[in-house]
């Protein structure tokens, strides 16, 4: 069982030039199914590397499980062969001479596993990764996806401490990485190691992650279960990148500028406590926003903001409500609409706990 613990970590690539990664502290605990997410290029393969011993910090410290591999102030930096850990990278480079059986075979053989153990090992991964079958064929002679898996159970094969994965499906098909997702969480559960996974996709990391910890420009913004993310997003960064459809922002000037928006929400975030901050925007989630039909009454427990149906939209599946409030545009997200017709004068509310505000740095305000 191994944990990672990342203290102020910064990484310049070049002397005095900007930080890729700046000012990282994090924890990750055994076993976790860490996600690092945020946009291209906002240091999440640079912290991945760090970790794996491929780069090494210009300041801080990384440890992980009860050894120090990196401490440059300490002189300290134990290289990646040093640091027994598994990793899988976008693209996965097989060996394209060796069949998949010596694939898998051949960190064992570096790591001077006795043959018959081999054996019994690479019969084992290439089970559980359901391969068995192409044991004998050569990486060219099977698919993307099956490629895939070899690499992955190459990796395990070498029962590595800390796996770290940089956007291993991003290659694969949409059907493919759905497969390949359900797949790394079984993996995950049977194997119990820790997981530490690199994406720019919000859906990719909501799914898989028992932690996600969110990137921007080299810095954490927040680190937290995916429903915490999503439900309580810690800025507007988190907000804005983490949500399907794009969560609604309405700036302070649309509130200052539509009185009927601006009642609505003060008397719903009425009931909190607010200490009289100053807000710079609010953010509501389509799929929050409750609609009512005309002649609907509003439940007395939520507060109704009159609305004009403005388009009806399928996405298949789901129905974007694009709604009018006094010159404002809003999208709510519903299953069905069948009661709503483009042109029609409603109510839309929302629940407090849907309400995020944020301050004009763009820090939550809400609880
Ligand atoms: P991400 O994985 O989130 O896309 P990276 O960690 O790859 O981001 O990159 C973070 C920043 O560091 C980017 O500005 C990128 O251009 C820069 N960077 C990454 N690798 C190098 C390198 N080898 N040399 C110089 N700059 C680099």
Not at 206 to 228: H, K, Y
Request: glycine share 8%; proline share 4%.
């Amino acid at each position: 069982m191994t944990n990672i613990n990342i203290q102020n970590a910064n990484k310049a690539y070049s002397k005095g030039g900007p930080l890729a990664v700046a000012d990282l502290s994090l924890d990750i605990p055994s076993s976790e199914f860490l996600c690092l997410l945020g946009p291209s290029g906002c240091g999440k393969s640079t912290t991945l590397r760090m970790i794996a011993g491929l780069e090494n910090l210009t300041s801080g410290q990384i440890q992980i499980g009860d050894r120090v591999v990196d401490a440059t102030e300490d002189g300290i930096f134990v290289p990646a062969e040093k640091r027994n850990l598994g990793m899988v990278f976008q693209n996965y480079a097989l060996w394209p001479h060796m069949s998949i059986q010596e694939n898998i075979e051949f960190g064992l053989k570096i790591k001077k596993v006795a043959a018959a153990e081999r054996r019994v090992i690479v019969e084992k991964v290439l089970k559980t990764l359901g391969i068995y079958q192409f044991k004998d064929r050569y990486p060219s002679e099977v698919s993307g996806g099956q490629q895939q898996r070899v690499a992955l159970a190459r990796m395990i094969a070498i029962s590595p401490d800390v796996i770290l994965l940089d956007e291993p499906l991003s290659n694969l098909d949409a059907k493919l990485r759905l497969d390949m997702r359900a797949e790394l969480k079984r993996i995950h559960t049977e194997l119990g190691s820790t997981f530490i996974f690199v994406t720019h996709d919000q859906w990719e990391a909501m799914t898989l992650a028992t932690t996600i910890a969110v990137m921007n420009e080299g810095r954490l913004q927040q680190v937290g279960p995916p429903t915490d993310i999503y439900d309580r997003p810690a800025n507007r960064f988190v907000a804005e990148f983490v949500g399907t459809l794009p969560i609604n922002i309405l700036e302070r000037s649309d509130l200052d500028s539509n009185k009927v928006l601006d009642d609505w929400i003060k008397t719903i975030w009425a009931g909190a406590s607010h200490d009289g901050a100053k807000v710079g925007s609010v953010g509501i989630r389509p799929e929050t926003i409750e609609l009512f039909a005309q002649g609907l009454a509003v439940p007395d427990t939520l507060e109704g903001c009159p609305a004009k149906v403005m388009d009806l939209v399928p996405t298949g599946g789901n129905w974007i409500v694009e709604l009018n409030i006094e010159g404002t545009r809003l999208f709510a997200l519903k299953r069905q609409v069948d009661d709503l017709a483009v042109g029609a004068c409603i109510k839309m509310a929302i629940s407090l706990r849907d309400l995020h505000i944020f301050d004009t740095c763009g820090d939550r305000i809400t609880a």
